[in-house]
């Protein structure tokens, strides 16, 4: 159950990060453009998510994810801010 | 401003060129019949001419990365005319008349972005990297010679259309 | 090590609620419902991160339930967006700019 909530969570994020590319291929905006990576960050986290809880428990991969996470969203904030303000 | 004067469209069109054609007299030097012959055909013409068609991706593109004023379009217009003349803040400033540092900082901006190229004296020459800032300039002159209104606009309501352009990016199936 | 788990978390959750007012701001500009379940997905994705850092490691699975609520919520503003048809209360789709020059008729 653990492994399929994994997974919906980084096909979610790599579905967004594809379909905010595509907007992006199409107008340059901008604001596509970090928000894309942020959503690429939050797939590989939730990736890794899987990576440090399924396949390699005996590893601790909590601050990598949160530091990748945490770039994601500063990203985006950073987007946000310059495109829209 | 320099440039044409703003042009009607479609309906509006045909009752400008009937207007001018039967009512109005031509201000040429053969205002007889040939006279308003040629220029109910020049205003057909115009009409015929003229596309109401949205802007081009390509053009809401380059407006979307270069232009974020009205005085910068003034600016790439007097430049691109003489691809040939160096031009200096001070000149373009004497033409736009709007302020000489904000034009100083528009041709410091285009040549960044690879519109113009800077001389050693601090001059400016129109001279575009590749074929799409070419073309993209080239276009946006012309579309602001026509259609100034959607330009501005196009200009001005950026923000909105970036939020917009996010939520739209998440229609699965894009409106063609 | 747990240090720096307790920063980062406390920074993403910092980043997260900010990015969560500019879905709310932008969802009151443009009235797109898109923005309200962002916001939201990003104000479970800045609780989670607390909640993993706080609760033992037996409770963790939590933490991890509310990050499934935040995508679903995505997942569901995505499904809802094209549901209905990209009509949003005020949003306009990006091909539909007025040609505000046919409306000034101008005769000479």
Redesign the interface.
């Known amino acids: 159950m653990?492994q399929v909530?994994?997974v919906?969570?980084a096909l979610?994020?790599i579905?967004?990060a594809i379909?905010?590319f595509?907007?992006?291929q199409?107008?340059?905006?901008?604001?596509?453009f970090w928000?894309t990576w942020c959503f690429a960050c939050f797939a590989l986290t939730n990736v890794l998510?899987f990576v440090d809880l399924v396949v390699l428990p005996e590893t601790d991969l909590?601050?990598l994810r949160?530091?990748l996470?945490?770039g994601g969203?500063?990203m985006?904030?950073y987007g946000?801010i310059r495109?829209?303000? | 401003m320099p440039g044409g004067s703003n042009r009607p469209h479609s309906r509006e069109l045909v009752i400008f060129t009937l207007w001018n054609s039967f009512v109005r007299q031509p201000r040429t030097p053969n205002s007889g019949i040939a006279g308003r012959a040629s220029w109910w055909l020049v205003c057909c013409i115009n009409a015929l001419t003229v596309s109401d068609a949205p802007l081009t991706p390509a053009l809401q593109q380059f407006i979307s990365r270069h232009i974020h004023s009205v005085e910068q379009i003034e600016i790439l217009s007097i430049v691109s005319a003489t691809p040939a003349k160096n031009w200096t803040a001070a000149e373009v400033f004497r033409v736009v008349q709007s302020s000489e540092r904000s034009v100083a900082e528009t041709l410091e901006a285009f040549c960044k972005a690879g519109l113009l190229i800077s001389e050693r004296s601090g001059a400016y020459q129109f001279a575009p990297k590749s074929t799409e800032l070419r073309q993209g300039a080239s276009d946006l002159v012309k579309a602001y010679r026509e259609r100034r209104v959607t330009i501005v606009e196009t200009i001005y309501k950026r923000p909105a259309d970036r939020i917009q352009h996010f939520a739209d990016a998440f229609k699965l199936r894009k409106e063609k | 090590m747990e240090m720096a788990k307790a920063m980062l978390a406390g920074a993403i959750m910092a980043v997260a609620w900010a990015i969560l007012v500019f879905f709310l701001r932008f969802w009151r500009k443009t009235g797109d419902r898109l923005f309200v379940f962002f916001a939201a997905a990003f104000l479970l994705l800045g609780i989670e991160r607390i909640i993993i850092v706080v609760l033992s490691s037996d409770h963790r699975s939590f933490g991890y339930l509310i990050r499934l609520f935040a995508f679903l919520l995505i997942l569901f503003a995505i499904l809802d967006k094209n549901r209905r048809g990209g009509k949003a209360a005020a949003g306009t789709s990006q091909s539909k700019a007025p040609d505000r020059d046919s409306k000034r008729p101008t005769l000479g």
């Open positions: 653990a909530v994994y919906l969570c979610t994020s579905g967004c379909l905010l595509r907007q992006y199409r107008t340059r905006g901008g604001l596509l928000s998510l909590s601050v949160s530091s996470t945490l969203m500063l985006l904030l946000l495109e829209t303000t």
